[in-house]
């Protein structure tokens, strides 16, 4: 793949170095080699971005809704023309599997027309308040808005957050992360050839502590979302709270799948290996617990453990099943979680490490049973492939268990029982249910964590709100 070296910021328009012509490497996680050199911008150029991207709101605020609809969805006709080569620069830089890369760009480009299609359809009320008077609310963007965005679904993640910023009229300045630059830079490239105007779509490559810290705290943002760690998250709602601008945080999780006897097992089986092995455990949502009813646990656990000898691990062009993880400290990290799990009692079951290739940061998908509520594999978010299994007696039980946790984005239920199944739903502690699928759910169906997991919602046509500000005008109209 053509992939000049040093990659460039992308600022107005153009690619642009760093002040001082600093660089960082990225690496392909599935062979551990430098892929490319890129910019690292630090304050100085987030500061250039967010300018430009200041100059640029006035012109793409004042198009008419339709006109920048139809921006938007040209950005989007150019990245599904050159999907193939988004998947596989993905798949470079994240070693993730190349189907997963591909419907990964696919749902980027849905999320582009999606809210697209919802920039001529923000609009306010009339609120009555009697003879005399006309009140009436307007929608307006925000201005310039940051992203700060994580390594896990790099281009789908900038296409989430960035589809209904756009198309509520603001503009936008990105710093992807450090381990994953390459999609969201060539992005720039691609927009300007697709006709959107320079200066809305800003890239700031960079280290979190630097560009990240830069942008959070940029007193010319005027709403950032973010997502990655909790302690991160923490950071920079505390840079947004000294400026008291609006934040989104998409967080981490333990997200629990409860499994009842009733449910088929091989179903469930497939379903539950499905929400922790994919993305080779690196999603927030990734169903790290399995809850499971104890007179089918080891009925499900033999299933669980004969799927995860069958899972093909390798390099992410090869299209396995799965991956490496992302990078040396993230394999090193799971490691330390395996160790600990081992150490604290639990049973750990599932190929060796033997079963995965030498070269690049890979590790097995492993099952854990014997796992306490107060063992550090049951309480942390390890963001591996790697399951943690608790039986359960009852459903009492069951909701007091999945409920033990400081976060709180998703949960996955499995029964067969209609009110059990909605009983469950409304008792659980998590932002995103689902029912007899993990993963399910689309573009439309709003995604945000509770408690330690976020701050407001993603995707769905609320999110356009993350980017938006209300202004209530009364008239007295004279009579
Ligand atoms: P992880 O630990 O999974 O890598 P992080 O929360 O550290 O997740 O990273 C998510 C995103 O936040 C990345 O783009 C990263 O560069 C950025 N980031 C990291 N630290 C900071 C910080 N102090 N301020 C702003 N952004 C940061």
Sequence with gaps: MDLPSP???????QPLPAPGGATFATVDPSTEEV???VARCGEEAVDTAVAGARRAFPGWRDLAPPERAGRIRAVARALAGRAEEFARLETLDTGKPLSLARSEVDGTVRYLDYYAGLADKIHGESIPLGPGYLNYTVHEPVGVTGHIVPWNAPLNMVGRSLGPALAAGNTAVVKPAEQTPLTALRFGALCREAGLPDGVYQVVPGFGTEAGAALAAHPGIDSLTFTGSVATGRAVA???????RPVVLELGGKSPQLVFADADLDTVAAEVAKGIFTNTGQFCDAGSRLLVEESVREALVERLVARAHAVDCGPGGDDPDMGPLISAEQRDRVR????RGEAEGARRLGPGPESVPGRGYFVP????TGVRPDMAIAREEIFGPVLCVQGFRDEAEAIALANDTSYGL??????????????LAAALEAG???IN???TGGIGSPFGGWKESGIGHERGLEAVHNYTRLKNVVVRVAR
Aim: hydrophobic share 50%; with cysteine; proline share 2%.
């Design 7 to 13: 990659q460039l910021a992308w600022i107005d328009g």
């Design 35 to 37: 892929l490319a050199e």
């Design 238 to 244: 505390r840079a947004c709270a000294d400026r008291i």
């Design 336 to 339: 330390g979680f395996l160790a």
């Design 365 to 368: 998908p492993t099952v854990f």
């Design 410 to 423: 998703a949960a996955g239920i499995h029964t067969r029982d209609l009110d059990r199944a909605h009983r």
């Design 432 to 434: 995103y249910v689902m």
């Design 437 to 439: 699928e993990y993963f």
